[in-house]
Every structure is written in structure tokens, then in C-alpha cells.
């Protein structure tokens, strides 16, 4: 038993190795679109829960053969999917079990008790953060991806995660494309 | 007069339903009910913002909230009396839910606010005919509630043909009848004005061939609209869908993605025609829409001109009606309406019937059997789709193949369902499947903003380190290097003085 066990890991770490090594010959400048044209399928939370800094750089390890195209947290199977459509791994779902996808949360300060150092406004990533020196600091719900990479910087632990309101009308208020969006949907067949 | 004629062009797809026989519904104004519920989304796509507070008093015809953008439409108080409660309650908008509404205790008094002054569209100007159309609340009444205005604000290019949807197509629904029968002159003003509005377009009214065309043929002529021809179209289901009207009266072809507009049409409902005529001309907001009430157990079937926020259950007691234990309500027709489990939702500017099916009315589908590809559903498809191969595709949660076949066009009308043998939920799949990929469309228009985002943010950070290095090198500066810099700069600014 124990040696085809031994037979199924090896053939799986040389299939996965030679996926990745016919990415790894790519040209630079082909790495680096590989790895834009890569990043434009992330979900861009910042969150750094694939082990890379971002997304742009978890995209070009991707791209220079050095990830694997599962590790993208928020994104989940879709996005595990778009990634080995992009690559042209096929076949390949069954190798790389697409992780859980958490239930969405936003950041939330207890305004009571922040001492407005500023700290967590450079830690996020999409500046959802609004405040100023002694003034008190407040998430904008609309913005927060829920990445909580502002809760470790916070020195009094006053950042909570709560559950995210629905993203579902498709307002992103704002941002050119998104009334487009809604009133389509909107507007529909009728 | 005004020309009457018979469509040209055949329609596609579609179920000849069975008509409803009886006599002609009564037509009379549904009394003012004791509380009025008025959901802020009352136009597809935009929630209103309430500019009234609770305990404040309102009169009819009173704006109580109004939507974010320019040519949305406003929300008015339908009677007078005191603003309770501004609260979720449970409202049919595609599904029922608990939305956010102004609750109003009405005081029998139903005193209104003077009208606005008349906007006349052959003198006014074209932001002021829009701007007009969204105060007063006008949105598409035939169940589709888009704001008016911004329906006619998207047109680029000149409108050539304006098209009135009386075709009315779902059986129990006969609110338009009604408004044809006793309202044709308020019909043929609104269309007069429109076509001023429009410059004049090419005026087709497409009328259902089973409706009496004299009425509203006087009327035009009457009003001096006799250039508009009124074509009579079969009476078949969705003849009445946009698309498929105008194809019928005039053989063009929506492409897809676009809207009418693009091929130069504006298609309104006679109820739209009719509130936007009463809004221009006699500066009424619209605070009422007409409601046919049909159905079992009720005294006489009604076409009920009703108060926005009247609830569903006041309606069946002004019929004579009381729901017994076990008996179906339908806000709408019956295959596009939504089933009501509570009579207290209130009737909005989409609701266009109330209707309680008989025993043998609405059968449960059986079970779900495999597709047999036999076709069926191509043919009945007035939108010609291959829900077939939609269901297929929905089923393996495919959103590109989805897309390719056109899921965006389904317009969820149900004739695919009820010519099934298999007896497959395929509009219940399409919808399903309509909600994941808006979702994924959602998630990727997320994915591009977060990105901006994130990219402004190190461009901020980077202009910080950049200024913080600047003025720590300013800082650091050699006194005698710094005073050389300061004379060398005031002698620069002297011999620009000297020269000027
Ligand atoms: S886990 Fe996904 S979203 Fe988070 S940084 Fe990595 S790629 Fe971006
Ligand atoms: S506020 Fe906190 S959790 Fe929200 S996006 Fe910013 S860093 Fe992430
Ligand atoms: S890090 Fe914490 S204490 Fe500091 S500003 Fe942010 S929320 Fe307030
Ligand atoms: S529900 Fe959609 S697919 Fe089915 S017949 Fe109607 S438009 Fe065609
Ligand atoms: S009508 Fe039903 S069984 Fe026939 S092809 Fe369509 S989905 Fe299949």
C-alpha cells in the first residue's frame, strides 16, 4: 500500500513540477504580462493570505512558476479556476483543492476606544480607513474588504471583524461602471 | 382619425393563454386605507432617501423622498395625514422582502398640496420636461419601474418612433383595458405631449385586438394626435414585452445588449403615457395607479384606482373578498406574479393586479423529469433563446457559456416552463443563475475598484516618504549652504522684479 501512495505523491509532484516548469520558461517581459494578466483575475483584497505581499506579487510568483494557483483565499475555487484556465493547467482541479472561502466581514472601531494614533491608516491596503491625528479613527463599511490587516497594528485591539452587509446591488459608489452595472441589471428585459 | 390597423409582422414564441371571459371588471376609485406603507425602491435600481421625519404631517401629492440621481423618481405621500414609522416592511419587488418604508397614518381629511405649475413640453426646456417627469414620480408602470425620465435622458440620438403598450398580455391583468375604456382622453393628452416632447416621432400604439380601438381613436383625434396609428396585436402572451412589441409593430429588432433606444423607439406603457401626460400638463404627482383586482371569492372583479401603499388585503375587502385558509394570492398575473403569504404587502408603482386563482388555476408542476431535447421550449421562446441548452448550461454553473447563450436576454417569461413535458423549473433555474453571475460581475467590478484603490494608496505613501526625505535633507542642510541658497534665491527674485 505504502508504495503506491509513494507512486501517486511522486507522480502528482512531477506533474505539478512540470506544469510549473513550462511556466518557469517563459521570457521576462512575457513573465511580467503573464503576471499582469494574472493579477487582473484576483480578487486585489491585499490580504496577503496567499503568503505573497499582494496580489501583483502572489500573481508573478504564479507567473515565474513558483506558486501554486490555489492559494488565494477570498478568491476560492473561482478564482482557482480562471487561474488554470489562464495557465492551461487542465484537468488540474483535483490536484489543487481550492481553499474555504470565509464569510465575508468588514472592519469595525470602537471609536470610544481609539487613541487616533493613525497607525491603521497606512496598514490599509484600500485606505478604507478614515481619521486624522486626535480625532477618532472609523472604517468605511463600503471599502472594507475585511482583510484585517489593520487589527495587528491597533496598540489598544480596538478593531474588530464584523459580518459584511451584502454586496449585492452591484452600487459601488463611486466608481465609473458601477451605475452601468445596477441600471442594467435594473432595467433588464422589460 | 387616427388610423386603426392589424400587425404586420407575426410574433415569435409565446402562449396563446386562455382568455378571461365575464363581464367587463367595475372601475371606481379603492378607498383611502388607514395606513399607508410607501417602500422607498420604488423604481428599479435606486433606494430613495426620505425628506420627511417621523411625526411630521404630509398632505397628497407631497414629495416624501427622493432618489440620488438627477433623473430618478420622487416619492409622494398618496393622502394626508402623519408620517409613524420610517421602518423595513415587507414589500414584493421581485421577491418578497422587508424593505425600507415610510409609514403614513392617514386622517381622512386627504387634503393635497397645490399641483405644480403646468410644464408645457412645446415651450419648456428639455432638462425641464425631465427634470418634471422625475419630481412627480414617473416611473415605467408596466411593471418594469424604471424612472421615465431617465429613460428618456439616455437618448443620443433623435427618437423616431414612440411606441404605447397597451397590449396588455397576461391574462387577469387589465388595468390598461381599464384605462382605455374610461381614460382615453388622459391617454391621448399624454401622448400628445410626449410627441411634442419627442419632436414629433412617428406615433404607434400597439393595442391588444381584443380591446374596443374607438375610444382612444376619438380621443386622439380630439386632441389633434390623428398622424398616430394604433396597430392591433394579437392577444398572446408577451406580446406585451418590450422587445417583442416592437418588433411586432415595426419589424425591427432590439440588438442585443442594446436598448430600444438604439434603434431610435421609446416604448411606454398607456399607464406611463397617462402619468407622464398628468404630471407636464397638470403638475400632478403620481400618488395613485390602477389596480385590476380578479379572483375567486370576491364579490365582482374591479379595476381599482388605488393609493400607492394601499395594502393588498384592503383591496380584496373593497372587492368583497376575505382570504380563506388555504387560498392563493398573486400580486400580478399568473405567470409572472409573485405569490403573496401575507395580504399586508403594499401595492407599489409595479403592482398591476391582485388576483386569488381558483382550485384548478396554477396546478403544481409534477416532478422534475430529464429534458428530452425535444424542443418544445425553442419554439415557445419569444426571445429566441435555446433554453435547453440554457438549463444545461445553468446547470453546470457555466458563466461563460451562460453569457454566450444569452442568459441576460430571458426575460424570465415563463412560456419555456409550461410547454415542458419534463416539467423542468427553467425559470426558476434562469433566475438562479441570473443572481450568480450578476454576483460574479459584482465581484469583478469589486476586484478593479479595490485595485485603484490600493494603487492610490501607495502612490500616497510614496509621496509621504518622498516629502518626509526632502525636508529631513532641508533639515540637515549646512547653515552657510543654506544662507548661500536663500541669497542666491532673493537676488534671483530682485532681478525678476527689476525686470518686469
Ligand atoms: S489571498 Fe488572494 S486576495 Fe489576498 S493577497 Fe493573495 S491573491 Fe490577493
Ligand atoms: S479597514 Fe482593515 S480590514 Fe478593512 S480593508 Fe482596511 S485593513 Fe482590511
Ligand atoms: S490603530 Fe487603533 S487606536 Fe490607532 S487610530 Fe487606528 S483604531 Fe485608533
Ligand atoms: S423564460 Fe426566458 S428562456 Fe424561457 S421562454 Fe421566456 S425568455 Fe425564453
Ligand atoms: S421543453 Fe423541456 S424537455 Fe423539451 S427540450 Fe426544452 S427543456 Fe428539454
Given at each position: 500500500m505504502a508504495w503506491v501512495m509513494l507512486a501517486v505523491w511522486a507522480g502528482l509532484f512531477a506533474a505539478l513540477s512540470g506544469a510549473l516548469a513550462a511556466l518557469a520558461r517563459h521570457r521576462p517581459e512575457e513573465t511580467a504580462a503573464l503576471a499582469a494578466a494574472l493579477d487582473a483575475l484576483l480578487p486585489q483584497t491585499q490580504c496577503g493570505q496567499c503568503e505573497h505581499p499582494g496580489c501583483h506579487p502572489y500573481a508573478a510568483a504564479l507567473a515565474s512558476g513558483s506558486a501554486a494557483p490555489n492559494r488565494c483565499v477570498p478568491g476560492g475555487s473561482r478564482t482557482r479556476d480562471r487561474l488554470l484556465e489562464r495557465l492551461g493547467i487542465d484537468e488540474a482541479r483535483e490536484r489543487f483543492p481550492a481553499p474555504p472561502v470565509p464569510t465575508p466581514t468588514v472592519a469595525r472601531i470602537d471609536e470610544m476606544r481609539c487613541?487616533?494614533?493613525?497607525?491603521?491608516l497606512d496598514a490599509c491596503p484600500v485606505d478604507a480607513i478614515v481619521g486624522a491625528r486626535s480625532f477618532a479613527h472609523t472604517v468605511i463599511a463600503a471599502e472594507?474588504?475585511?482583510?484585517?490587516?489593520?487589527l495587528p497594528v491597533c496598540p489598544v485591539d480596538c478593531i474588530v471583524l464584523t459580518p459584511a452587509p451584502p454586496l449585492s446591488d452591484g452600487r459601488i459608489p463611486g466608481y465609473p461602471g458601477a451605475d452601468d452595472l445596477a441600471s442594467v441589471r435594473a432595467h433588464g428585459p422589460h | 382619425m387616427a388610423r386603426i390597423e392589424t400587425a404586420r409582422y407575426a410574433p415569435r414564441g409565446g402562449l396563446a393563454l386562455a382568455p378571461v371571459t365575464g363581464p367587463p371588471p367595475a372601475w371606481r376609485e379603492a378607498p383611502v386605507p388607514p395606513v399607508l406603507a410607501l417602500p422607498l425602491e420604488q423604481q428599479a435600481g435606486a433606494e430613495a432617501i426620505p425628506c420627511v421625519a417621523v411625526g411630521d404631517r404630509v398632505q397628497r401629492g407631497q414629495c416624501i423622498a427622493r432618489p440620488p440621481g438627477a433623473w430618478d423618481a420622487a416619492i409622494h405621500?398618496?393622502?394626508?395625514?402623519?408620517?409613524?414609522a420610517i421602518a423595513p416592511c415587507p414589500v414584493a419587488l421581485h421577491t418578497v422582502a422587508p424593505r425600507p418604508c415610510i409609514l403614513i397614518r392617514t386622517d381622512g381629511a386627504d387634503s393635497a398640496v397645490a399641483p405644480l405649475p403646468p410644464c408645457d413640453p412645446a415651450r419648456e426646456s428639455r432638462a425641464a420636461v425631465l427634470r418634471r417627469l422625475a419630481e412627480a414620480g414617473v416611473v415605467g408602470l408596466g411593471g418594469a419601474v424604471f424612472s421615465t425620465a431617465a429613460k428618456l435622458a439616455r437618448a443620443d440620438a433623435p427618437i423616431t418612433t414612440l411606441i404605447v403598450n397597451a397590449?396588455?398580455?397576461?391574462?387577469?391583468?387589465r388595468c390598461d383595458e381599464a384605462l382605455l375604456a374610461h381614460a382615453p382622453a388622459h391617454i391621448a393628452a399624454g401622448i400628445q405631449a410626449l410627441a411634442v416632447f419627442l419632436g414629433q416621432p412617428e406615433v404607434l400604439i400597439g393595442l391588444k385586438e381584443t380591446l374596443d380601438p374607438r375610444p382612444l381613436a376619438a380621443a386622439l383625434d380630439a386632441a389633434g394626435s390623428s398622424a398616430a396609428r394604433i396597430i392591433r396585436v394579437p392577444a398572446r402572451y408577451t406580446a406585451g414585452a418590450e422587445d417583442v412589441l416592437i418588433r411586432l409593430l415595426t419589424g425591427r429588432e432590439v440588438p442585443?445588449?442594446?436598448?430600444p433606444l438604439d434603434i431610435g423607439c421609446v416604448c411606454l406603457n398607456v399607464a406611463t403615457v397617462v402619468a407622464a401626460g398628468r404630471a407636464l400638463l397638470a403638475g400632478e404627482p403620481l400618488t395613485t395607479r390602477v389596480v385590476s383586482v380578479s379572483g375567486r371569492d370576491l364579490s365582482g372583479s374591479a379595476n381599482l384606482i388605488t393609493r400607492l401603499g394601499t395594502p393588498v388585503s384592503a383591496l380584496l375587502a373593497a372587492c368583497g373578498g376575505a382570504v380563506a385558509p388555504g387560498q392563493r394570492v398573486i400580486l400580478?398575473?399568473?405567470?409572472?406574479g409573485v405569490e403573496l403569504a401575507n395580504t399586508e404587502i403594499p401595492i407599489t408603482k409595479a403592482s398591476q393586479a391582485v388576483w386569488m386563482p381558483g382550485a384548478g388555476d396554477l396546478p403544481a408542476p409534477g416532478p422534475e423529469r430529464a429534458c428530452i431535447r425535444c424542443g418544445a421550449c425553442v419554439t415557445a421562446c419569444p426571445v429566441n433563446l435555446l433554453p435547453q441548452q440554457l438549463h444545461w448550461h445553468a446547470r453546470a454553473a457555466d458563466p461563460e457559456a451562460l453569457t454566450a447563450h444569452g442568459l441576460e436576454v430571458c426575460i424570465e417569461c415563463g412560456c419555456c416552463d409550461v410547454v415542458c413535458p419534463s416539467q423542468i423549473p427553467l425559470v426558476a433555474r434562469f433566475r438562479a443563475a441570473k443572481a450568480a453571475l450578476a454576483e460574479v460581475q459584482v465581484l469583478d467590478l469589486r476586484a478593479r475598484w479595490l485595485k485603484d484603490r490600493f494603487v492610490a494608496h501607495g502612490a500616497r505613501l510614496d509621496a509621504r516618504t518622498a516629502r518626509a526625505a526632502e525636508e529631513t535633507a532641508l533639515r540637515r542642510e549646512d547653515p552657510r549652504a543654506r544662507l548661500a541658497r536663500l541669497r542666491a534665491h532673493r537676488a534671483r527674485k530682485d532681478a525678476d522684479e527689476g525686470s518686469a
Open positions: 487613541v487616533a494614533c493613525t497607525l491603521c472594507c474588504t475585511g482583510c484585517a490587516l489593520c | 405621500a398618496s393622502s394626508s395625514g402623519e408620517v409613524v397590449a396588455e398580455c397576461e391574462p387577469h391583468i442585443r445588449g442594446a436598448l400580478g398575473g399568473p405567470m409572472m
